[in-house]
Each structure stands twice: as structure tokens, then as C-alpha cells.
């Protein structure tokens, strides 16, 4: 298997246990994108409708990273969750911490206390900065965010969505939900609660995610 595929396995099984545990998983196994094609070339299909999927070839894995796991050094993941003071961030969090002992590696939740793009983003350009081996991202915002994504990319660290997509950006996998597929059963479900008539309010979180 090549390193930038191993990261990219690493990076999904993590998400995989931590959004098993944490209450914003879906009822059944997360859908991950192929970790078995190379990197090199990734794939344009999603869970959700992809805007703007990165083009095949364009990721590069870092020689530094590529290096480290060629020396069998332990990779260094960070999974950046969009806020630490929410009520599912525990649930992330023990998920994340129990995937990095089952697998060996250094994994560790971390994101700003509050749902601020701002913060995010600062604390995602100290991670590039200070170089790890993949990111792991739950975007507060999809257009705020996308430029940072694609820069962690650009300087060849790998990096996932999950929990919510970036589409905009030119991540390399999605660990989550339909979307899309989800509001629609909701939505469903709720007309036939109400017989088929009246009205509905909806409501979220963060509307620019």
C-alpha cells in the first residue's frame, strides 16, 4: 500500500470509530470513499452531490510525511471538530481517543470553543504549520473553510471531511451522512406526522455549514 494511501486508511478508520461513538453518527456504518485507489487519482462520487471534487492527480503526499512513514514513524492525525464545547463533542472525542489506541497512532480531537470560522481556521494554519501527517476536518463553515483545506493540501498533508462536507473545497473523503438524503426523509416523515398539511418551522445550528 502506498504511504499516502495508509495515511488516508488511518484517517477513515478514526473517523469511523469516533463518529460510531459520537451521538452525531448515523444509525448505520458511515460511508467512507475508496482507501484503497491510489491517491493520485481520487474519486469524484461522494455521499453527497460534490461541487467541486478535487481533479484526479492532483494531491501530492508530502515527502516529509511520505518519509516519516516509510521509517515507520507513528502518523500524527488531528481531527479538528468545528466546536469542543458542544454536546457531542465528548462522544467525538472518546471515539477519537479510542481509534488512536486501537491503531497505534496519534490521533487527537481538537477546534475552537465556540462555532467560529475564525477560529478554526487559525488553529487549522497552526497544524499546517507546524506540519502533521493528515487532518481531519468538521467544517463550522463550507466557504470559509475551503481555502484553508485546500492549502493543507497543497502543501501535501492529506486531508478528510467528515461529520459535515466541504464540497467547495478539494478534500479527498467524506465520513458521514447523506445530507441531502437525510433532510429529505425528515421532511417526509414529518408531512406524514402532520396528515399532509400545516406548516413547519425549521431550524439549525449553524446555517453557513
Known amino acids: 500500500m502506498k504511504k499516502s494511501n495508509l495515511i488516508l486508511s488511518v484517517l477513515a478508520m478514526v ?5 460510531m461513538l459520537g451521538a452525531c453518527a448515523p444509525a448505520s456504518t458511515p460511508t467512507v470513499e475508496p482507501t484503497t485507489a491510489p491517491i493520485t487519482a481520487p474519486t469524484t462520487e461522494s455521499v453527497a452531490p460534490t461541487k467541486a471534487p478535487a481533479p484526479a492527480g492532483s494531491f501530492v503526499l508530502n515527502p516529509d510525511i ?8 507513528k502518523p500524527i492525525i488531528r481531527v479538528s471538530y468545528h466546536d469542543v464545547s458542544n454536546e457531542f463533542a465528548p462522544q467525538i472525542k472518546a471515539g477519537v481517543e479510542k481509534a488512536a489506541a486501537e491503531l497505534g497512532v496519534d490521533a487527537v480531537m481538537v477546534g475552537p470553543v465556540g462555532a467560529k470560522a475564525e477560529d478554526q481556521i487559525a488553529e487549522l494554519e497552526s497544524l499546517i504549520e507546524k506540519g502533521v501527517d493528515g487532518i481531519a476536518i468538521s467544517s463550522v463553515s463550507t466557504d470559509a473553510l475551503a481555502p484553508v483545506i485546500d492549502k493543507a493540501l497543497a502543501a501535501g498533508i492529506p486531508v478528510v471531511t467528515y461529520n459535515t462536507d466541504n464540497p467547495s473545497s478539494k478534500r479527498l473523503a467524506f465520513v458521514g451522512q447523506d445530507l441531502i438524503g437525510s433532510g429529505r426523509i ?8 402532520l396528515g399532509e398539511k400545516g406548516k413547519v418551522i425549521i431550524t439549525t445550528l449553524d446555517a453557513s455549514a
Open 186 to 193: 425528515a421532511g417526509d416523515l414529518m408531512a406524514k406526522a
Open 66 to 73: 511520505a518519509a516519516r512513514m516509510k521509517d515507520g514513524k
Open 15 to 19: 473517523l469511523i470509530a469516533s463518529l
